[in-house]
């Protein structure tokens, strides 16, 4: 039997697709550069596109660029003068613009507004704020009262000591016998209750005593703090007489009136106004100036519209029909070789007959019956 034909290869439908995209990128590159040609002004100016960076140079006139550069420059100049003359060169004020300022007229003399305030106080000569540690104060206190009671019971207690001594030798008491002892211990029993007595009456009165000290030094320092603001109240009321007096004086001299006042500020309002007014319009026509330099400035169009249109190619559709066309010749070819033995055999059974011709069409179709002779017409 004939073997049937080799099947194509199918199509890479990814680089047909790049392929396609590739064509397609390149039509619009084209078209691009159509529309980015250079282009010329009537006074020389030109406009010239660079592929290679695809930028677009645009070159004055010799002629409009003179006048351009003679209006810009003016523009500047204008600028720069105006800047000294309102704002001192440098740029404008952070406050706002200068150049307006309004004085008032007439006076004389140094004025004593604002000097000689007092704006602080001098606390260096007061009583000193209590230093010491309050428990040490106390205890200081206490030492002292009772030391104190004890200055006044030494020499009594010494002087009983002496006349109980006396009075009991002169009853022929001495030391060791039982009325002596307890003469002497009632001595004792009684000195030693005054003590204690102090003792107690110093620990009760420390505190109240260190307290009242601690008090006295504040009031103290207090009693000089009011003084010295007293003081210093009384010296800026003096000061603010001072400065009204002076400018009383000085409306009296410089004749102003309510009415003066007025019609002052209303000149001052017209003044600022005028000044105002005059600035604007210096500014407006300078930035005027400086637009109307860019007439001078040639026009030209970067896109004159499409010049070209193509049609990208269709790569993907293209080798689909190619392998739709191989893979149908493909079938034919197998359909031919496989068909054509069997008709060979056929006619080859036919023209035989018998036996042998019955050998023969089973050798080429594999047994059973011979084909129809196409050429026999029939057999009596």
């Known amino acids: 039997m004939g073997k049937g034909a080799k099947a194509p290869k199918p199509p890479d439908m990814t680089a047909a697709a790049d392929k396609t995209a590739a064509a397609a990128k390149a039509g619009a590159y084209d078209v691009m550069g159509q529309n980015r040609y250079t282009q010329v002004g009537p006074e020389g100016s030109r406009n010239v596109w660079d592929a290679a960076t695809n ?68 606390y260096s000569n007061l009583t000193a704020m209590p230093t010491t540690d309050p428990a040490q104060a106390r205890q200081q206190a206490q030492d002292a009262l009772y030391g104190r009671s004890a200055g006044y019971l030494d020499p009594q207690w010494q002087e009983s000591q002496r006349s109980t001594e006396a009075q009991l030798a002169n009853q022929g008491l001495t030391p060791g016998t039982p009325a002596y002892d307890r003469a002497y211990a009632n001595l004792q029993r009684a000195k030693e209750a005054a003590y204690t007595g102090a003792r107690q009456d110093a620990i009760a009165g420390g505190g109240a005593e260190a307290e009242r000290a601690q008090n ?116 034919a070819d197998t359909a031919r070789k496989q068909f054509l033995p069997k008709l060979i055999g056929g006619i080859a059974g036919t023209a035989l007959g018998g036996p042998m011709g019955a050998a023969a069409g089973s050798a080429l179709f594999g047994g059973g019956a011979p084909p129809i002779n196409p050429f026999q017409f029939g057999r009596g």
């Open 216 to 331: 006295m030094a504040l009031q103290l320092r207090n009693q000089g703090v009011t003084e010295a603001g007293n003081l210093g109240m009384f010296h800026n009321a003096a000061q603010g007489q001072g400065a009204d007096q002076y400018l009383r004086k000085y409306a009296s001299d410089a004749g102003v009136t309510q009415a003066g006042i007025a019609a002052g500020a209303s000149m001052s309002n017209n003044a600022a106004d005028n000044a105002l007014r005059e600035r604007t319009q210096a500014f407006n026509e300078i930035m005027q100036s400086g637009q109307a330099a860019n007439q001078f400035l040639p026009q030209f169009r970067t896109e004159q519209g499409n010049l070209g249109n193509y049609a990208s190619p269709d790569y993907v559709g293209a080798e689909s029909a190619n392998y739709a066309n191989a893979m149908a010749k493909s079938n």
């Open 55 to 122: 930028t677009n140079t645009t070159t004055m006139g010799a002629q409009p660029q003179a006048a351009y550069d003679a209006m810009m420059g003016a523009t500047t100049g204008n600028m720069g003068a105006f800047q000294s003359k309102y704002w001192g060169g440098g740029g404008a004020p952070a406050g706002g613009g200068g150049g307006i300022s309004i004085n008032v007229p007439g006076g004389g003399g140094e004025s004593p507004l604002g000097k000689g305030i007092q704006k602080n106080l001098d």
